[in-house]
């Protein structure tokens, strides 16, 4: 019995090895969801396997079971945590560009509210509790008692030596044998035909939430870390890309007299009716709702964008190359990622047409690295957070109206006659919208009939704020004599637990929309207002890649080769996103299932982007 009781004893640990990676599995894949109902028995099979070998690796590296458990649980509670958040404040779960953002994470983390579902409290007390048990296991490893059983000394080769020298060979080859199969899965993993074929994993990039519930987190990650960088488009040639540019530039001259152009892109402004209707205590946004319904020299109605909730430099991306999220992986950052040195742009374009280019934003310099790229995008002059120390807030953010204010005085004080291009993405509407009642400048007074949601009653009070504050600058340049064009959008809709009040009183909500459904969860508004003539266009249905052509169209002046291609593919196919494509017909589709229509747009955007 004693003899039995020894071996179990020494037994434990491999039972553990052999346990535990199988409850760090399911106890992370637990944070966001059941995955007994979302992942097929082999991928359950799969992931087991990857977990048991990460844990086998990690054994190799510390010499001790316990501690290499230990790591593995710390990591995948920290992780599965962290990407809980991420899910809930972004709508898309952890991806490897992510790495590249944690700066800029790290600077807006305290804007948000953490607060964990009862699911996700049980999830990580249970991480806690095996934490605990690995502890005290790795204790009484270290304390067991010490027998006199010892080998017999061999004054050749002294016992301790040789067992030293044998167990580090034994963790070398295990750390050999487990790295190339770690290695070996991660490139399975890469190939195309395995994953459609063999394993039949679920790989549509643009629904990166639904590749982590059916394949796994950690595979999910490892299925993405292929697209850090960007893939050539099928019989990609630098030639015909050259040819095809070429074939769309013009000698066109710009006009003598060059009208300013304002373009605002505003924090989280959208309009939530567009996801059904609701009555509100007031409108929360009667200026622009007013230039929505047709307004002399105004061109209005809906952009797509390819993100919600957060990513607000992918828009600006959009909007300023004329590129698309479409043809990049779903998740990263081309600011951060792909722009390393100059790239063609609206302000690069506006800038060789005489114009002084400025880019604006009232918060931090580095965030998504704005203080480099801008540069590299032909901006002039940046001015960021400290240019506004004198401007007025709302919560802790400058408000609409003070950013506006910098925005007159950097037109006041241009050289009469230099015409300017202004770039500015506001701060104002940024989440979180619960915090609200630590600040006494802004108190929210728009309610919803039926809905006692405070999160949708302080993001419409903040829209509210929004549409005076650009009623007013619009009110400005109708009284100013040099020409005008004035573009306002938002960058994206804010995060699911805000519109979700309005779809529950449609008996609906973010996880159950239909594909359809769920492509109005990335329209927000947007006009292009001029104090001189420009004509008249309402409900138009287009693409933040296409609106700086438009911008240019609006404005009179001459497109590059490129945006002209741009305004020539949007009469054939006037949407395109990361989530969705919209052809002329109205008919929804997606960029995979498009690849035919879209391979010129993709070959020319690779070519500019990472082959010029």
């Not at 061999?154 to 487990?178: Q, V, W």
């Amino acid at each position: 019995m004693k003899k039995f009781t020894g071996r179990l004893r020494r037994g434990i640990p491999f039972i553990c090895l052999f346990l535990i990676p199988i409850l760090n599995f399911y106890l992370m894949e637990g944070y966001t969801h059941n995955p007994m109902e979302t992942m097929a028995l082999r991928v359950h099979i799969m992931n087991i396997l990857l977990f048991e070998a990460m844990a086998l690796f990690l054994t190799a590296v510390t010499g001790r079971i316990c501690a290499a458990l230990l790591l593995q649980t710390v990591f995948c509670a920290v992780y599965g945590l962290a990407n809980y958040y991420v899910l809930e404040f972004r709508g898309a779960p952890i991806q490897p560009w992510d790495i590249l953002s944690i700066s800029t994470a790290a600077s807006v983390a305290d804007n948000y509210e953490y607060r964990l579902d009862p699911a996700a409290i049980r999830i990580l007390l249970g991480f806690l509790l095996l934490a605990a048990a690995e502890v005290l296991l790795y204790k009484s490893r270290i304390r067991r008692p010490k027998t006199d059983s010892r080998p017999v000394p061999d004054e050749n080769f002294p016992p301790k030596h040789r067992i030293r020298t044998k167990k580090t060979a034994m963790r070398l080859i295990l750390g050999l044998f487990t790295g190339l199969f770690l290695f070996g899965y991660t490139k399975m993993l890469h190939n195309e035909e395995i994953v459609q074929t063999k394993l039949r994993l679920y790989d549509k990039l643009f629904t990166p939430t639904t590749i982590q519930y059916k394949n796994g987190t950690v595979t999910a990650f490892l299925m993405e870390l292929q697209y850090l960088s960007v893939d050539k488009p099928k019989n990609y040639s630098k030639a015909q890309a050259q040819q095809l540019l070429s074939s769309y530039r013009s000698d066109a001259p710009a006009p003598e007299e060059k009208p300013n152009i304002i373009v605002v892109m505003n924090e989280a402004f959208s309009d939530p009716a567009v996801l059904g209707d609701f009555t509100a205590s007031t409108d929360y946004m009667p200026f622009v709702h007013s230039l929505l319904a047709g307004r002399e020299n105004t061109i209005s109605g809906n952009l797509s964008v390819s993100v919600k909730g957060g990513n607000t430099a992918n828009t600006e991306f959009e909007y300023l190359t004329g590129h698309s999220m479409a043809f990049l992986p779903y998740g990263s950052i081309p600011y951060q990622q792909y722009i390393k040195d100059d790239q063609p742009s609206l302000a690069s374009h506006l800038s060789s047409l005489g114009y002084h280019t400025v880019a604006m934003h009232p918060y931090r310099a580095g965030g998504w690295d704005r203080d480099t790229v801008y540069p590299h995008l032909g901006f002039d002059e940046m001015h960021f957070q400290e240019y506004y120390k004198d401007a007025g807030l709302v919560r802790k953010y400058v408000s609409d109206r003070g950013d506006y204010e910098k925005i007159i005085q950097v037109y006041e004080n241009k050289p009469q006659g230099e015409p300017l291009f202004l770039f500015n993405v506001t701060m104002q509407n940024h989440s979180s919208y619960s915090d609200w009642g630590d600040y006494d400048n802004f108190s929210p007074d728009i309610t919803v009939e039926g809905s006692d949601s405070k999160l949708l009653s302080a993001y419409l009070s903040l829209l509210k704020l929004s549409d005076t504050a650009i009623e007013e600058l619009v009110n400005y340049f109708s009284a100013q004599e040099e020409k005008t064009v004035l573009v306002f959008f938002g960058d994206h809709q804010p995060t699911d637990s805000v519109v979700n009040p309005v779809l529950k009183l449609h008996q609906k909500n973010c996880e159950t929309l239909s594909d359809a459904e769920k492509t109005l969860r990335y329209k927000v508004p947007f006009f292009i207002w001029a104090n001189f003539p420009i004509g008249s266009q309402r409900g138009v249905e287009t693409s933040a890649n296409y609106l700086a052509a438009q911008t240019l169209t609006a404005a009179g002046l001459p497109q590059p080769a490129y945006f002209r291609f741009l305004t020539d593919l949007q009469t054939r196919i006037p949407v395109v996103c990361a989530g969705h494509v919209q052809l002329a017909d109205g008919a929804l589709s997606d960029a995979k299932t498009q690849q035919d229509a879209l391979h010129d747009y993709h070959t020319l955007q690779y070519y500019l982007l990472t082959d010029r």
